[in-house]
């Protein structure tokens, strides 16, 4: 079982930038494919990026084309924590962002394809 707590949401203007946090319980974290994926009101939840294990220390990131070149996905695994860092961002950025966790090295962008999920955690851009 994993537990996932995100942390770090908040408010913040047009072009500026905003780093999300998810802290996840559980000894084998490190290779687990974890993925960011937000809701905004009254729209179904999507991808937003995930970084996956390659074997060794090698992972790869996988980003939807709305935030590639602006968002920034990393682990620590030492502290057991992915982050999401934003930066550009846009007032249809915001949403809820959760993160989520699969036992998989595969690339997984579905949310059905996630079988641990944080709480979530409110990000506004405000124009």
């Known amino acids: 079982q994993v537990q996932l707590v995100e942390s770090g949401g908040g408010l913040v203007q047009v072009g500026g930038s905003l780093s999300v946090s998810c802290a996840a319980s559980?000894?084998?974290?490190?290779?687990?494919?974890v993925g960011w994926f937000r809701q905004a009101p009254g729209k179904d939840r999507e991808f937003v990026a995930a970084i996956r294990w390659s074997g060794g220390s090698t992972y790869y990131a996988d980003y939807a084309d709305s935030v590639k070149g602006r968002f920034t996905i990393s682990r620590d695994n030492a502290k057991n924590t992915v982050y999401l860092q934003m930066n550009s961002l846009k007032p249809e950025d915001t949403a809820v962002y959760y993160c989520a966790a699969v036992r998989s090295a595969l690339k997984r962008v579905g949310v059905n394809e996630y079988d641990f999920w944080g709480q979530g955690t409110q990000v506004t851009v405000s124009s």
């Open positions: 559980g000894r084998t974290f490190s290779t687990y494919t």
